[in-house]
């Protein structure tokens, strides 16, 4: 038995894995000057300019090593997405609504595939939440408005 995937699904997978490679990536060299800025400054301050200066350098390392944590795990949730096709909304789905495409993935946001838009998003997303389990032609109704779903992938 083989198992059936869709190309679409196959194409945005890719192109989100690298969009958080690129993302990890940018971040570890951000962490990586970080620390050469830290090691320079111990070399040319002393005093409270230095302390201040430390303590903001800390802050933002705190911050970049958290994001990096974050696009690490996402990568890896994107990873684990089934790309078979479905016919209801659940993980995996890339579905059409009035407000565009939507694959239920990873909470990143937008991701452009060959001049179309898709949005990214968790099954937790409150969208995602009033629609599943609906089939093409179902609608469902979202911050009272009834939302059709016009296709799923």
């Given at each position: 038995?083989?198992?059936?995937?869709?190309?679409?699904?196959?194409?945005?997978?890719?192109?989100?894995?690298?969009?958080?490679?690129?993302?990890?990536?940018?971040?570890?060299?951000?962490l990586?000057?970080?620390?050469?800025?830290?090691?320079?400054?111990?070399?040319?301050?002393?005093?409270?300019?230095?302390?201040?200066?430390?303590?903001?350098?800390?802050?933002?390392?705190?911050?970049?090593?958290?994001?990096?944590?974050?696009?690490?795990?996402?990568?890896?949730?994107?990873?684990?997405?089934?790309?078979?096709?479905?016919?209801?909304i659940?993980?995996?789905?890339?579905?059409?609504?009035?407000?565009?495409?939507?694959?239920?993935?990873?909470?990143?946001?937008?991701?452009?595939?060959?001049?179309?838009?898709?949005?990214l998003?968790?099954?937790?997303?409150?969208?995602?939440?009033?629609?599943?389990?609906?089939?093409?032609?179902?609608?469902?109704?979202?911050?009272?408005?009834?939302?059709?779903?016009?296709?799923?992938?």
């Amino acid at each position: 038995m083989t198992v059936i995937e869709h190309p679409i699904k196959i194409k945005l997978l890719a192109a989100g894995q690298e969009a958080l490679k690129v993302q990890i990536t940018d971040i570890q060299q951000q962490l990586s000057d970080l620390q050469e800025s830290s090691e320079i400054e111990e070399k040319s301050s002393a005093g409270d300019k230095y302390e201040t200066h430390q303590e903001m350098l800390n802050q933002n390392r705190d911050i970049l090593q958290k994001r990096l944590a974050t696009s690490k795990i996402m990568l890896a949730q994107l990873n684990a997405v089934s790309v078979k096709p479905t016919d209801t909304i659940q993980e995996g789905s890339i579905f059409e609504v009035m407000m565009g495409n939507i694959w239920v993935s990873i909470p990143y946001g937008k991701l452009t595939l060959d001049g179309k838009d898709y949005q990214l998003v968790s099954q937790d997303s409150p969208l995602v939440q009033a629609l599943w389990g609906r089939k093409k032609g179902e609608s469902s109704d979202f911050r009272g408005k009834s939302i059709l779903v016009k296709a799923i992938y």
